[in-house]
C-alpha cells in the first residue's frame, strides 16, 4: 500500500492510496489520535468517492473521530471492467431503455462484484491495521448502501475483524437472503418508507433473515435521499457503541 | 390540580398530584429550569408508576432535562373501574384463563379507555401549563406503550399542543389504524422483532397507516423488555429535537 495524495482541510486528512490494482481513499482526524475504523462500502455504478459516502465520512471523522476507508469495487471508480461487467452494465442500460425494472439484473451483478470485492477489502484490511495509526487490536466496522450492503455482507461472513455493520436500501434477491442468514455481527438497517426503488416488504424480509442476534431496523419517512440527520447520527453512534474508543 | 406530596432523590424532584377525579405524578429535575414537558401514557392493567414508566421517566429527566408527567387511565391505578371496566377485565382473564388470544378484546378495550382518558389528560396538560415553570409557550411531547399508543394518537388528534410522540408496541385493530391515518404529529415507533405478544406485520401495517410526513419505525431483535439502551435515548433524542429547548 503506498499513499499517491494527502490533503487536509476542515479538520479532515484525506490520503488516497493504491493497494495492487485497488485504488482507495482515507479519511481521519487531523489531530491523530486513537480513532476507530470504519470502511465505506459503496453503490453499484458509483466509486469510492460517492458524494453521500464523502459526506458520511467526513461526518463519522469530524463529529465521531473515525477514521474512515472506501476503496473502488472491481469494475468501478475507473478501475477495469471484465465481460462480466460489460455484460451486466449493458444489461442495465437495456432495461432501463425499455422501461423494464433493473433490481433482479442489479441484484445478481451486486453478488457477482461483491464476491470479488471480499478478497480485496481484506487485503486492504491487512495494510490499513498495518499502519501504526490504525493497528490490529480495535474491532473495525463496516457501513454501505446497495452493493455496499452485499459487500459488507459477504466481508462479515468471512472476516471476524468486520464487529459491526450499518446497512442502508439493497435490492434483495434469494441469494442475498442466504447471505444474510449467514451473518451473526450486530447489524443496523436503514430503509426508506417512501421510495418507488426499494420495496418495503423486500427490505423487511432482508431484516428478518438477517442471522445476527443484535439488530435493529429504522425505517424512515421519505425517500433513499437524503438520509436524515437523525439517522446518520444514529449509525455514528451504533459504530461508536460497538468499535468505538470508550466501548459506550 | 393541588400537590399531595413532594419528594426529591438522584436530581429528580417527585410530585404526586390530583385534579378532581385524575390522580398523576410529575418529574422534574431538582435544579429549576427551561425544562420541556413529555406525557407518559401507561399500558393497559398497569399505572401512572409502572416500572418501565418511571425508569424512562427518570432517566430523561436526569439525563435529557424533560419534566415528565404520568396520570393513571379511567378504571386503572386505584381508580373506580365502571361497568365497561369490569366487563373487559373479566373478559381478559376468561380468556386467558381458557389460553385463548387476548389481542382484539384489548384492542376494543384500549380503545374505550382512550376516549376517556383524552379529555383527562387535556385537563391535566391545561393545569401543568398554568404551572409557571411549564408555561403554555412550549410545545409538549408525548410518549406510550400499548393502551398508552391509544391514548396518544386520539390526544394529538385532538389537540395541537402535542408536538411529538414515541411510541412503543401496541395490540393492533381497524380502530386503531383509522385513528393513525388522523395523526399528523412527527412520531416515533418501537418494535420489539422477537416478541410473541406482538405480531410483526400488525405492527408494520401500524406504521405504514401513520398520516405523519415525519415518521420512523425501530424495529429491535429481542423482546418488549427490557427496552434496549440505544432505543431510550433514541426516543430522549427524538424529543428534544421536536419539543427540546434548543431545537436541536
Redesign the interface.
Same mark, same amino acid.
Given at each position: 500500500m503506498h499513499f499517491t495524495s494527502e490533503t487536509s482541510s476542515n479538520g479532515v486528512l484525506e490520503r488516497h492510496f493504491v493497494l495492487g490494482d485497488i485504488s482507495g481513499v482515507l479519511w481521519s482526524p487531523t489531530i491523530p489520535g486513537d480513532a476507530p475504523l470504519l470502511l465505506a462500502g459503496h453503490a453499484g455504478g458509483m466509486h469510492k468517492e460517492a458524494p453521500g459516502l464523502v459526506a458520511s465520512a467526513h461526518y463519522n471523522v469530524t463529529d465521531h473521530g473515525f477514521t474512515v476507508a472506501a476503496v473502488d469495487a472491481p469494475g468501478h471508480g475507473g478501475r477495469p471492467r471484465d465481460s462480466r461487467d460489460h455484460a451486466a452494465v449493458a444489461a442495465i442500460q437495456q432495461a432501463r431503455a425499455a422501461g423494464e425494472p433493473i433490481d433482479a439484473i442489479v441484484s445478481d451483478y451486486s453478488m457477482s462484484v461483491a464476491r470479488r470485492a471480499v478478497p480485496e477489502w481484506r487485503a486492504t484490511l491487512d495494510a490499513l491495521q498495518s499502519l501504526p495509526e490504525i493497528g490490529t487490536e480495535k474491532p473495525v466496522g463496516y457501513g454501505g448502501v446497495s452493493l455496499g450492503v452485499v459487500t459488507g455482507l459477504l466481508l462479515a461472513a468471512a472476516d471476524t475483524r468486520i464487529a459491526a455493520m450499518s446497512f442502508g436500501p439493497v435490492f434483495v434477491n434469494d441469494a442475498l437472503l442466504a447471505a444474510a442468514r449467514q451473518v451473526t455481527t450486530p447489524v443496523e438497517y436503514r430503509i426508506p418508507?417512501n421510495d418507488k426503488h426499494f420495496d !418495503?416488504a423486500a427490505g423487511?424480509a432482508f431484516?428478518?433473515a438477517l442471522g $445476527? @442476534?443484535?439488530? &435493529?431496523? *429504522? @425505517? *424512515? $419517512?421519505g425517500r433513499r435521499y437524503p438520509v436524515?440527520d *437523525?439517522e446518520r447520527? &444514529?449509525s455514528a !453512534?451504533?459504530f461508536t *457503541?460497538h468499535v468505538g474508543r470508550s466501548g459506550i
Open positions: 418508507w !418495503r423487511i431484516f428478518d $445476527s @442476534a443484535d439488530k &435493529s431496523l *429504522h @425505517a *424512515h $419517512s436524515p *437523525h447520527a &444514529s !453512534r451504533f *457503541h
